[in-house]
């Protein structure tokens, strides 16, 4: 016979896991609303705070029907009866954009800092800013299209219209492509962007970012600020075997650290407003540095971290400026730090202009910018490396498995459909900016091919 205390505390014993799941269930919707929120207030931060001072405006209706369609779940429900809120300042340049999410705590809060400089999202409970403009307005009232800007001329030709090919569904069903420019020998051969799009609008890159990061760290070593060989400084004393993580296996996703989702996924610091030093640096090893491949974000956050004391002499826009990508904007964490895993808005032809670096050897205008031996140092599968199609070097993605394009054929690539393909073998570029939704591609081995094969000698 079974007594009724027993039956009291087993009835109890049942319940608290699915009261428990309950409870976590709704901590987790909770902060899903908050990262979606944050998402949104970001990209609407990012495409009209980035767009205004080339002089073309984005409209609301840009920026709602591009970025924030087919994001990832379970975000893409929420931001679509999310409210946006942007404030002007009186200079009319973008002050912040706010998204409220729940009833008892502030709207996140994506904060513009200025021309070359952009947004950066605020952690969720941060307040409003004090300083408000005198007549805050919706989005849908304030971000109307610009005046019409002045048009490069349409080029014409063989090349010109195989870049309208890369809007076609054949390379992917879904895809939704924005921009294409084909180059070769650093003359634009042929270009072709969707409406309310041109060559020169940034757009986010995602992961292309870390092809950014680096250039960025080839730039140090040719200063003799950096070594690649040497340790990143992870790990918080001595002993701690994160200490023999080096920068080059960092670059080459081989650091052997986990995360506790899949490598490319940095929500808490992306859109929930986190530090770089916080949810970069203090993952642990699950297996020797340099022995297995895993895509990761924070490897590349922490290669950048590890040449963080060159910045102040040396910031990310000294090189920029050197190549005239004056569209490129390396974005910051609220703390100042950059987020240079994804958080860069650059147009096609500032993507251009870098991978044209590559192909010249890491000269740029009679100057050395990268070391002699740089691209060579990217396009060297070294490290453990993929399944898939595509190999991997030192921040940049290799064609090398891919039947019809040459085998020295590398690629910077990113979320969404953002590729820029270097070819030494035939001193090309390709760039193909998109807003593809989760889960759908394009196909940019086929699109590559078909552009070497159509382009000729």
């Known amino acids: 016979m079974i007594r009724p205390a027993l039956c009291a505390v087993a009835a109890l014993s049942l319940a608290a896991p699915a009261v428990g799941q309950s409870a976590q269930n709704l901590l987790q919707s909770r902060y899903d609303r908050a990262l979606a929120a944050g998402y949104k207030a970001l990209m609407i931060c990012g495409a009209v705070g980035n767009a205004d001072p080339t002089g073309m405006r984005r409209s609301a209706q840009s920026v709602e029907a591009w970025e924030l369609v087919g994001i990832q779940a379970p975000l893409d429900a929420l931001v679509k009866d999310m409210p946006a809120r942007v404030e002007m300042g009186a200079d009319r340049f973008l002050d912040y954009v706010a998204v409220p999410w729940a009833d008892d705590m502030p709207p996140r809060v994506a904060i513009y800092r200025g021309v070359g400089k952009g947004c950066s999202i605020q952690p969720i409970g941060t307040p409003l800013p004090t300083a408000q403009s005198s007549s805050p307005m919706p989005i849908d009232t304030i971000l109307q299209p610009g005046a019409p800007r002045p048009q490069p001329p349409q080029t014409r030709g063989k090349v010109a219209e195989l870049a309208r090919t890369g809007f076609e ?5 879904k895809a939704r492509t924005t921009g294409v420019l084909i180059q070769r020998g650093g003359r634009i051969l042929g270009e072709a962007y969707a409406p309310g799009f041109d060559g020169d609008l940034p757009q986010r890159t995602f992961s ?15 200063r003799g600020e950096a070594d690649v060989t040497a340790s990143a400084g992870l790990g918080d004393s001595v002993g701690d075997p994160r200490l023999a993580i080096t920068i080059d296996q960092l670059l080459r996703m081989a650091s052997g650290r986990f995360s506790d989702t899949p490598g490319n996924r940095t929500d808490p610091l992306y859109y929930g407003g986190s530090s770089v030093e916080e949810t970069a640096t203090g993952w642990p090893l699950i297996a020797a540095p340099g022995s297995i491949f895993r895509y990761a ?25 050197r190549l005239g990508m004056a569209r490129t904007v390396p974005e910051t964490d609220s703390r100042g730090d950059y987020v240079l895993s994804s958080q860069v808005w650059s147009s096609a032809r500032d993507l251009a202009k870098l991978g044209q670096l590559y192909l010249q050897r890491g000269v740029w205008k009679g ?69 593809d939704p989760a889960g759908s591609g394009f196909d940019i081995a086929a699109f590559t091919r078909d552009v070497l094969a159509s382009a000729g000698r």
């Open 297 to 321: 974000n924070n490897d590349t956050l922490a290669a950048i971290r590890a040449i963080k004391s060159t910045f102040a002499e040396h910031p990310p826009r000294e090189v920029l400026d």
């Open 169 to 173: 569904a054949r390379y992917g069903e």
């Open 367 to 435: 100057e050395r910018v990268l070391p002699e031996d740089w691209l060579a140092y990217v396009s060297r599968p070294s490290g453990p490396q993929p399944e898939g199609p595509f190999g991997y070097g030192a921040g940049f993605w290799l064609l090398n498995r891919s039947d019809g394009v040459p085998t020295d054929t590398i690629a910077m690539m990113g979320n969404r459909g953002q590729y820029v393909v270097i070819v030494p073998a035939r001193d090309m570029v390709i760039v193909r900016r998109g807003e």
């Open 208 to 222: 292309v970012a870390k092809s950014l990061a680096t250039t960025l760290v080839g730039a140090a070593v040719l």
